[in-house]
């Protein structure tokens, strides 16, 4: 039944259907399954006449006429009806709903429960209220009426009764026996240990619960169910992964205090720590699994050099892949920078391999440089093991490419790859499983880490190098553009660098500042005197790397980017970043595009733009002025917004409910535990129901 699609059980028009569609809700298990985001109790009846202003009250009344119009100055449609009891009558107002206007018929009956506001002149109404048609006791509807998310054209009414009937439906089956509908996933012991109700007595509870304590216990059984599968997938990829054997990869403290020496700088403590675990990871015979999650500038990339070193001295290979070509090139870069001739005598063969361009070091021609290749010598020297270390974008995943010996294989900015992509990566050995060690400068939440890298060990690069000084992030208004400038000015002026960020490429309307337009500005009109310069996705590779390379080479002084710099990109004499319209950016982006100016003993500065005035958004940049790290800022995000942008539920595939849960971190661990468990001790298979869910979660990953 719960697979069957709605109109079996329903009758419903072409167009109610198109609307249902558009909100994922198909069959009986996605009606089901979408649940309230509230509840609203009935309150005491009245009768108009006895209401009181900032009282929650219920009315019986008569609709006497509906009326949809715009606020004059803030354009908020608004949606009123006149409303009428033998004692007086009533005006309604909804805000940003205009349909109740015609849902509404004038001359029947309602129940309308809701807050009474009084306005300057002493007029009485009733905001926002809920309604049901005719007359209505509490004790029809439950003492809650379930409020689900707002879906335009799809009624919380509609969707509350089709939710009661398709209950009703469940409810009159057997309860027991293989023909029931509802088959509980959760093992009974553990239901038991935490308190959780049943599937049966969650659904009803979380649609029409019998008061708010019950409706937050279902959903916390659904929340826990959720992170409960996402646990026991995570850990049984884990336990697959650590049946095969890996490499022993060994570097004696002696070589690597040789190399550290040549760094011109010494390793923070939580660099040296991180190390320290990856070297010990890496010399047993199980694969690391590891996540080093550091923010933007902790020095995330020479700790996987570091690793890389250890990997090449035993004779092994190393991929290390990064989502951008930018990124690439310049981690190539780096790489033949540190470990290259004469700086480590490592006498070290690199690659590097992204959609446009393969590149070997050393070339024979010109020492010391890098030269072009085609792909077939490529090819050929990966699968020799001449070439030791590689580094690209995606396009290292192709089937194409084999290794002799891949022992290592890094990813940097891991969220920016499907769980896929990264798996792909991981598998290119048939019998022995390289070491995994995966990088996120994504400020996440403990909690969701714990989550959605189950599978992963964790470290955390928690200080930043000596000397950095804290960055300074300022709202600034359209007014004081011409100040931000001149601060840029001076900044440039002393030899520093700076950023124009901007959301679009190319103009699509006159608000939105794009690259090619503030370009053309910025170098004729603003400064004449520097050297500006844009860069952007649309641009072929070969000018990109060429504008990259200029301005690292401080030849460039202003660069116009989108967001096309904000992963990883690394130029530390660059100390001012100016970000157009920030409100298009997430939270976790923005604090991604300012880690690019946190990079040197220069203070820097980040000045946001917006061109919304919404308190929303002013909030929400509030916040990246006063956090102090990501992490600050991701914590702040779930609190004050559970899901939201930073995490982007669509990224974790985590449904509300669940990004809800994260904030508890006992059940989170809870999960894990259980989940774990269950793994270990191979009995997944003693649940067929929670084992199928498992199955379904992991090929609804595969198929991202
Ligand atoms: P991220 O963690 O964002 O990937 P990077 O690895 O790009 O950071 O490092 C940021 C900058 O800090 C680079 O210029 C790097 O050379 C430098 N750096 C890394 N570690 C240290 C350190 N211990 N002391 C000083 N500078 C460092
Ligand atoms: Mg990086």
Known sequence: MLDSPLSNYFRLTEKQLKILGKFGLNTVRDLLWHFPSRYEGFAGKKAIVNLVPNERASIHAR???????????????????????????????????????????????????GTIKQNKLGKFSMQNPVFEKGVVEANDMGA??????????????????????ILDHLEAEPPLGGSASLKEPIPEDILKKYNLPSLRIALREIHFPRDLKWAGAARKRFAFEEIFIIQLLRQSWRKEREEHQSFLI???????????????????????????????????????SRLLEGDVGSGKTIVALIASLAAIQNGFQVAYMAPTEVLARQHFEEFIRRLGPPASGANIKIGLATSSEFLKYPSKAFAGRPTHIARAPLLKWLASGEI?????????????????????????????FGINQRL???????????????????????TLALTVYGDLDL????????????????????????????????????????????????????????????????????????????????????????????????QIDLLVATSVIEVGVDVPNATVIMIEGAERFGLA?????????????????????????????????????????????????????????????????ISDVAMEALKNIKMVEAAREEAKKIIETNSLEKYPELSSRVIAQSKQLHFE
């Open 63 to 113: 609709v006497i006429k509906t009326e949809a119009k715009k606020t004059f100055r803030k354009r908020i449609k608004i949606a009123s009806a006149t409303v009428s009891d033998e004692t007086g009558s009533l005006e309604i107002t909804w805000f940003n709903q205009p349909y109740m206007a015609s849902i509404l018929k004038a001359g029947e009956d309602y129940t309308f429960t």
């Open 144 to 165: 809650l009426i379930p409020i689900y998310p707002e879906t335009r054209g799809l009624t919380s009414r509609w969707l509350r009764f089709a939710a009661k009937r």
């Open 250 to 288: 060994k570097i004696s403290k002696k070589e690597l205090d040789n190399f550290t020496k040549t760094l011109p700088f010494s390793m923070t403590g939580a660099q040296a720590k991180a190390i320290n675990h990856i070297l010990e990871d890496i010399s047993g015979q199980k694969p690391m």
């Open 388 to 416: 030791q270390i590689i580094i690209g974008t995606h396009s290292l995943i192709q089937k194409k490419i084999k290794f002799k010996d891949l022992a290592l294989v890094i990813i940097d900015e891991q969220h920016r």
């Open 424 to 446: 792909k990566l991981t598998q290119k050995n048939s019998e022995r499983v390289p070491h995994l060690l995966s990088m996120t400068a994504t400020p996440i939440p403990r």
């Open 459 to 554: 470290t955390l690069l928690d200080e930043m190098p000596k000397g950095r000084k804290q960055i300074i992030t300022e709202i600034v208004s359209q007014e004081r553009r011409a100040e931000a400038y001149e601060h840029i000015r001076r900044e440039i002026s002393s030899g520093r660098q700076a950023y124009v960020l901007c959301p679009r490429i190319e103009d699509t309307d006159d608000l939105m500042r794009a690259v090619k337009r503030e370009y053309k500005t910025l170098s004729e009109k603003i400064f004449l005197e520097f050297k500006v310069a844009m860069l952007h996705g649309k641009m072929l590779p070969k000018d990109k790397e060429k504008v990259m390379k200029q301005f690292r080479e401080g």
């Open 589 to 653: 982006q923005l604090h991604q595009l300012r880690g690019r100016v946190m990079r040197s003993e220069y203070q820097s500065y980040c000045f946001l733009f917006t061109e919304s005035d919404s308190q929303k958004t002013a909030a929400r940049l509030k916040a990246l002025t006063e956090a102090k790290s990501g992490f600050e800022l991701a914590e702040y995000d779930l609190e004050l917004r559970g899901a939201g942008e930073l995490t982007g539920k669509q990224q974790w595939g």
